[in-house]
């Protein structure tokens, strides 16, 4: 299991933004070298490539690409894009974990070479040290993604939700039956309360009258806890970004990191309410990350 002190102690003097994705490195080299060193299960130090600032790089362009997802979704679901807004939804999930997974130090990279040749390792960094193991990843991206996710973060997920929310994302994606109801009454209602509803308000649904608290408790348990995870996702991440931050002897870095995101959001176009509330916990990241 992850432990935020442990990764802020670790980054302490990790610069946190390099400028190059580790896809960049990786794909510089000889692909059949790179599939050697991953046979071998070679040792990659941080005097050969500065790792640990180019994950924490990585992982905060996938928190960026989270939180747009999630506007996004809710931009679509008003637009009545139910099939669509389920997919970018699921996207929101997934490069949030993808950050979360960085920030522990597992990435899944896709080497590509100059004629187009793609290699996909795991980089896994190995414990008590800066140095990480380059290794063959072998099967599905997303089930591995997953499943490595639930095995860091137990308290964020199981093996068992990884695997039905990417069951999920496969039907709206692929399975025509799905997307081909998007004009009918019930797919219509249902976009219509993900759009109306704003999920990620911790206070909806606190109402004194019971039958109206009890409609909107099976609102959330039927529709809504597929916003509120992603916004989970998204302020777990951003708890562990500032836990490394006020650390860090880059701390004004992240301080201008949360500040960045808070313009980004109010350039996209989305739902109001779901604006503000991101921005709401960008804001008092930035305030955290300044005590």
Same mark, same amino acid.
């Given at each position: 299991?992850?432990?935020?002190?442990?990764?802020?102690?670790?980054?302490?003097?990790?610069?946190?933004?390099?400028?190059?994705?580790?896809?960049?490195?990786?794909?510089?080299?000889?692909?059949?070298?790179?599939?050697?060193?991953?046979?071998? +299960?070679?040792?990659?130090?941080?005097?050969?490539?500065?790792?640990?600032?180019?994950?924490?790089?990585?992982?905060? !362009?996938?928190?960026?690409?989270?939180?747009?997802?999630?506007?996004?979704?809710?931009?679509?679901?008003?637009?009545?894009?139910?099939?669509?807004?389920?997919?970018?939804?699921?996207?929101?999930?997934?490069?949030?974990?993808?950050?979360?997974?960085?920030?522990?130090?597992?990435?899944?990279?896709?080497?590509?070479?100059?004629?187009? =040749?793609?290699? $996909?390792?795991?980089?896994?960094?190995?414990?008590?040290?800066?140095?990480?193991?380059?290794?063959?990843?072998?099967?599905?991206?997303?089930?591995?993604?997953?499943?490595?996710?639930?095995?860091?973060?137990? !308290?964020?997920?199981?093996?068992?939700? +990884? =695997?039905?929310?990417?069951?999920?994302?496969?039907?709206?994606?692929? %399975?025509?039956?799905?997307?081909?109801?998007?004009?009918?009454?019930?797919?219509?209602?249902?976009?219509?309360?993900?759009?109306?509803?704003?999920?990620?308000?911790?206070?909806? +649904?606190?109402?004194?009258?019971?039958?109206?608290?009890?409609?909107?408790?099976?609102?959330?348990?039927?529709?809504?806890?597929? &916003?509120?995870?992603?916004?989970?996702?998204?302020? &777990?991440?951003?708890?562990?970004?500032? $836990?490394?931050?006020?650390?860090?002897?880059?701390?004004?870095?992240?301080?201008?990191?949360?500040?960045?995101? $808070?313009?980004?959001?109010?350039?996209?176009?989305?739902? =109001?309410?779901?604006? %503000?509330?991101?921005?709401?916990?960008?804001?008092?990241?930035?305030?955290?990350?300044?005590?």
């Amino acid at each position: 299991m992850v432990d935020s002190a442990s990764l802020a102690s670790y980054y302490s003097k990790a610069r946190p933004f390099y400028h190059r994705f580790l896809k960049e490195v990786f794909s510089q080299g000889d692909i059949t070298k790179l599939e050697e060193a991953a046979r071998k +299960g070679q040792v990659v130090t941080q005097d050969q490539i500065p790792l640990d600032s180019m994950l924490l790089f990585d992982a905060r !362009n996938f928190l960026r690409l989270s939180i747009f997802n999630l506007l996004a979704y809710k931009f679509l679901a008003c637009g009545r894009y139910l099939a669509w807004s389920k997919v970018t939804l699921y996207y929101s999930y997934f490069y949030a974990v993808s950050c979360l997974l960085r920030l522990a130090g597992h990435a899944i990279i896709h080497a590509t070479d100059p004629d187009g =040749k793609i290699f $996909t390792l795991q980089l896994v960094r190995q414990h008590g040290s800066h140095n990480y193991k380059i290794m063959s990843m072998k099967g599905n991206e997303h089930k591995v993604v997953w499943s490595n996710f639930a095995t860091l973060y137990p !308290n964020l997920s199981t093996q068992l939700t +990884g =695997k039905l929310t990417i069951e999920d994302r496969v039907r709206w994606n692929y %399975d025509l039956l799905f997307p081909s109801q998007a004009t009918e009454e019930h797919a219509v209602r249902e976009v219509i309360v993900y759009c109306e509803n704003n999920f990620l308000d911790p206070n909806l +649904g606190q109402f004194s009258d019971p039958d109206a608290a009890e409609y909107f408790h099976e609102l959330v348990a039927n529709f809504g806890y597929e &916003e509120i995870y992603a916004g989970d996702l998204i302020k &777990e991440a951003l708890r562990i970004f500032v $836990t490394i931050a006020r650390s860090s002897k880059y701390r004004a870095d992240y301080t201008a990191f949360a500040e960045s995101l $808070t313009r980004d959001v109010d350039y996209f176009e989305s739902k =109001k309410e779901t604006k %503000d509330e991101v921005n709401k916990w960008l804001r008092l990241a930035a305030v955290d990350i300044g005590k």
